[in-house]
């Protein structure tokens, strides 16, 4: 019976896939939309790209279907059946797929994206970082001004901040899959996860926790 039950995990997913998914390199510097669809085709199921997929992502001219492999795997496949590229679901809802020489790709639902896209336009604007007993140590400012790569915007701090964020020295920000990335020139990196709308904890948690408050 375990054949079977491979075979209904497999059905349970392809019914699950239809409808439309956002296509994007990771940080949806670059998006595509793709309609996926119950029909079947002669290699696989049916599917629609926006007009303008080709520009955004050019291997997707090649993408003529889409099928389920395994328990876990969506195919998009060329006109033969042979797979475009291969992408394995990561977390619910979310699948990553490498293609040799250009890097990976994420397919979401469409609408989990645009609110991904919604809430990275409420993280602009003025920012306090405070110490969990409530002492504010700086105050930043987060904008849309794209910063080195299409994927990161430019951060600034203001003055009179805290020597141990002065020596981070934060440049730039970006939303990873729901977490706020502060970067410094020198590579260094600060995670920082939502605790409400209005703040944000800086990961790993600490005994004495540095928060990020709207201010």
Known sequence: ?????????????????????????????KTCVVTLKPDTTPQGLKLELEPGCTAALPFTKDIASWSVKGLDIV?????SGQSVIDLTEVESGIFEGMRSGE???????????????????????DWSMVRGSGRAICGLTLTNTEA????????????????????????????????????????????????????????????????MMRQ
């Not at 195919?75 to 006109?79: F, G, I, N, P, V």
């Open 75 to 79: 195919r998009l496949q060329d006109a």
């Open 148 to 211: 080195a790569t299409p994927d990161n915007f430019a951060a600034f701090l203001k003055p009179r901040c805290d020597p141990m964020v002065t020596s981070f020295a934060p440049t730039m920000w970006r939303l990873e899959r729901g977490v706020l990335v502060l970067m410094s020139d020198r590579g260094e990196v600060w995670r920082f996860e939502a605790d409400d709308n209005a703040q944000w904890r800086k990961t790993p948690d600490s005994a004495d926790p540095l928060l």
């Open 1 to 29: 019976m375990p054949g079977a039950a491979r075979a209904d995990d497999g059905s349970k997913l392809t019914k699950a896939m239809v409808g439309q998914w956002e296509l994007s390199t990771t940080e949806r510097s």
């Open 103 to 125: 890097g990976i790709y994420i397919l979401q639902n469409l609408a989990a994206a645009r609110s991904l896209a919604k809430s990275m336009d409420q993280m602009i604007g």
